[in-house]
């Protein structure tokens, strides 16, 4: 996320309230971790598995912006090797239930699409 747009969420300049959950899902694997955690909790390894397009560094990177905004919680376990699991924090957790909306209204879409008729 560019350094302009990195605090956006903290202030206060949004019109609506609408406009926080598209700036914060707002990355482009960052659906697909929430519903990938939405299942359980999983190791780094096991998410980049579960997305084999995205790169580790992106992975990172949308893992790190989404524990910033407390979206994700990372768990460091000191063992050798390490072993760091991500899950969803309750107000992360709240998101699902948008998350399976827009799965049913995407669905819905591509229906409507192949057979035809535009939106």
């Known amino acids: 996320m560019p350094d302009d747009r990195t605090n ?8 609506y309230e609408l406009e926080i959950p598209f700036e914060i899902f707002s990355g482009k694997w960052v659906p697909s971790i ?3 955690l939405s299942k359980e909790d999983k190791r780094f390894g096991e998410l980049k598995k579960a997305m084999p397009k995205v790169t580790p560094k992106v992975l990172s990177q949308q893992l790190r912006m989404l524990e910033r905004y ?5 768990k460091a376990y000191p063992e050798v090797p390490p072993v760091v699991v991500y899950s969803l924090t309750n107000i992360g ?3 699902i ?6 799965n049913e209204w995407g ?3 591509l ?3 192949e ?3 535009h939106c």
């Open 70 to 74: 407390g979206i994700v919680n990372r």
């Open 97 to 102: 239930p948008l998350f399976e909306n827009m």
């Open 115 to 117: 057979a035809g008729y």
């Open 8 to 15: 956006k969420v903290s202030c206060s300049n949004y019109t």
């Open 93 to 95: 957790k709240k998101a």
């Open 34 to 36: 929430i519903w990938t």
């Open 107 to 109: 669905a819905e879409y």
């Open 111 to 113: 229906e409507i699409r």
